[in-house]
């Protein structure tokens, strides 16, 4: 089975175009996709990756307050059993000057991988790919190895 990927802008952010440019892109790779589209709340991304079984979620967050945004997000994903590789990725901090410090806050928030916004998404696609051991099938299918 393809692998289930959920993504969604965090919080009250409104910007659309990064994460319609990701999802475009993981589907075109052979991902399954959910994509919950802007202003998702925490406990919407952890309901769908939840319903959906999902492998990975895909934070958005470019109006600099994805930090407020993600605090305890971690904590919603223990308390539901949802086991998830998860990224964050955009414009993550006002001005994002020192994105290493960017890069520290959000690994010690949980996430696995933080993108700043000059990410291609064939960069996320490539670092999926070996976080869930994804292999392409003679079918050219993806599935996640077991
Ligand atoms: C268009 C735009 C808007 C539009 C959004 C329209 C829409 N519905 O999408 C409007 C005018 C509504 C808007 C509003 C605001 N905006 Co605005 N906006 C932009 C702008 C010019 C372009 C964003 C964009 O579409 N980029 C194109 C896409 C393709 O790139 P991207 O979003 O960065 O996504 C790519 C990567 O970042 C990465 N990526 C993104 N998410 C993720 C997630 C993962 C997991 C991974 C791997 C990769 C990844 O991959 C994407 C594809 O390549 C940026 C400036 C800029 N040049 O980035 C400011 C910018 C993001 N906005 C900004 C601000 C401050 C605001 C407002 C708060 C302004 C205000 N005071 O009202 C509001 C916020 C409203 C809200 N509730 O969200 C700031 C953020 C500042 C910060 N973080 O420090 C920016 C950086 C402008 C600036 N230089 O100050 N904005």
């Known amino acids: 089975m393809a692998p289930t990927v959920v993504l969604g802008v965090i919080g009250s952010d409104a910007h659309v175009v990064g994460v319609t440019i ?5 589907i075109a790779d052979g991902f399954d996709v959910v ?3 802007v202003q ?7 309901e769908a990756a939840s319903d959906r079984d999902a492998e990975a979620i895909l ?3 470019l109006y600099g307050h994805a930090e407020q945004d ?5 904590d919603r994903l223990d308390a539901a059993d949802v086991d998830v590789v998860t990224y964050i ?18 690994e010690a928030l949980g996430f696995d991988r933080v993108f700043d916004a000059e990410t291609d998404p064939s960069e996320a696609i490539r670092s999926l790919r070996l976080d ?6 003679e079918s050219d299918r993806l599935t996640v190895r077991s």
Do not use: I, K, M, Y
């Open 70 to 74: 993600c605090a305890g997000f971690h």
């Open 40 to 46: 998702t709340t925490q406990a919407e991304f952890v």
């Open 89 to 106: 990725g955009g414009n993550l901090s006002v001005g994002q000057n020192d994105f290493d410090r960017t890069r520290t806050t959000f």
């Open 132 to 137: 869930l051991a994804v292999q392409t099938t």
């Open 59 to 61: 934070v958005s967050s």
């Open 22 to 26: 990701l999802e475009r892109a993981l």
């Open 35 to 37: 994509n919950l589209g």
